[in-house]
């Protein structure tokens, strides 16, 4: 992600969209795009986390199987 963060950055891009529809949009500039969405340099991390949390919940191991590690991984995702 660092590496796409540094080749995509421009002050270009507007307004993170990052609950741009809700009442408490995200306030940081735009850093990239991705999937046609715009995201500040700290939503773009979190998506990243998101995207990584959903690899390792698809296929045979199906972590939310484990309870506990389950538990981590959201308890891991509140302090983002």
Do not use: H, N, W
Not at 8 to 35: F, W
Not at 51 to 71: N, P, S, W, Y
């Amino acid at each position: 992600m660092e590496d796409l963060l540094k080749s995509e950055v421009t002050t270009e891009l507007g307004p993170c969209q990052v609950r741009s529809k809700t009442d408490l949009p995200c306030p940081r500039p735009a850093v990239v795009e991705l999937g046609g969405i715009l995201f500040c340099e700290p939503c773009a991390r979190k998506q990243e986390a998101y995207f990584a949390i959903g690899t390792l919940t698809q296929g045979r191991g199906f972590i939310t199987a484990d309870r506990e590690l389950a538990g981590r991984i959201t308890q891991a995702g509140m302090r983002y």
